[in-house]
């Protein structure tokens, strides 16, 4: 059964809201968990020039990184007078992700939580290189926290991929399915499993039948038709081991990117959580351009869960 015993929140010094914090206390205190506060940063004027000697570069950075400990201390103070064990870090890095995931793999919390902004007029989620990166190349649980509050119940989504059924990425179903269990119960909140089907490429490929055009929209309609059912005894079958009420699965038909968001939007769903399984390419290691399409969308937060040989997929 998952637990979380050690919670890291990724801070931004440089920020005035820090919703990674707040969720991150109330997700530490709700699971008696131990709160590591950790502040990566870097200045480049610092980097090496014009300090020609290494003597006093070192001291300069230390000096930085100094102010950044200094600003975490009251932070810190305050968290423990409210009962939560707290630890705090300061390293110096550059690039940030890099630092941060060195950090997490090192001291491997349960959960890594860490800001990013969601802008409601464009309907996009505004990651930064950083968040993209992290994204891309933590291997441990990672929260996108944005401003907006949880509520006393929150709804919480897991997005599912039942047409892994048999391969290494179907066990992504039942941590997704683990995790948002887990925070359900530590929040009293609600779980709801989503599946977006879209079956294009099946009535393309049953579009004919030799050299002669099938019936049309009927048979189309009996194609889909018996996708849904067949997608809907696969998420019968991973949903089996897991407590979640037959009237809060959602087979939707439509593409991942517009059906997630939406649902997600419909439920009024505090978070989301779904998964992403490493793919390489030269120097490349990302999630799909689906998922990250739907990352773009999401209004809310979001849970990213990855398996357990991510570390060993990627090309870095």
């Known amino acids: 059964m998952k637990r979380i015993d050690r919670v890291l929140a990724v801070l931004d010094p440089t920020a005035d809201a820090q919703p990674a914090l707040r969720k991150a206390a109330d997700l530490a205190r709700a699971c008696s968990a131990t709160l590591d506060l950790l502040v990566c940063d870097f200045d ?41 064990a707290v630890e705090t870090h300061v390293r ?27 802008h409601g007029l464009l309907r996009r989620t505004l990651f930064t290189n950083t968040d993209w990166n992290l994204i891309r190349a933590c291997p441990l649980p990672l929260l996108l926290a944005k401003e907006r509050e949880w509520p006393a119940s929150p709804r919480i989504v897991a997005a599912l991929d039942p047409g892994h059924l048999g391969d290494k990425p179907a066990a992504l179903d039942h941590d997704i399915l683990d995790w948002a269990g887990l925070l359900a119960q530590r929040t009293g909140g609600e779980v709801h499993a989503v599946h977006a089907f879209f079956p294009a490429a099946l009535l393309a490929a049953t579009a004919f039948t030799g050299d002669l055009p ?12 018996a996708e849904r059912e067949r997608l809907g005894r696969a998420l019968e079958a991973v949903l089996a081991a897991h407590p979640v009420d037959p009237a809060r699965v959602h087979l939707e038909q439509g593409a991942a990117s517009e059906v997630l968001p939406r649902v997600a939007e419909t439920l009024d769903a505090a978070l989301v959580v779904m998964g992403a399984v490493s793919r390489s390419r030269v120097q490349e290691a990302f999630l799909g351009s689906t998922a990250e399409r739907v ?20 090309p870095f």
């Open 214 to 225: 099938f019936a049309g929209a009927a048979v189309a309609a009996e194609v889909v038709a």
């Open 44 to 84: 480049p004027a610092l980097s090496g020039q014009p300090f020609a000697e290494s003597g006093t570069l070192a001291r300069h950075r230390e000096a930085f990184l100094a102010d950044r400990r200094a600003a975490l201390d009251p932070i810190a103070a305050e968290l423990r007078a409210g009962g939560l």
């Open 92 to 118: 110096w890095g550059h690039p940030l992700h890099r630092s941060i995931v060195e950090y997490a793999v090192a001291t491997s919390p349960d959960l890594v939580v860490k800001d990013t902004h969601y």
């Open 295 to 314: 990352l773009d969308r999401i209004g809310c937060d979001v849970l990213v869960v990855k398996p357990p040989d991510f570390t060993e997929r990627l």
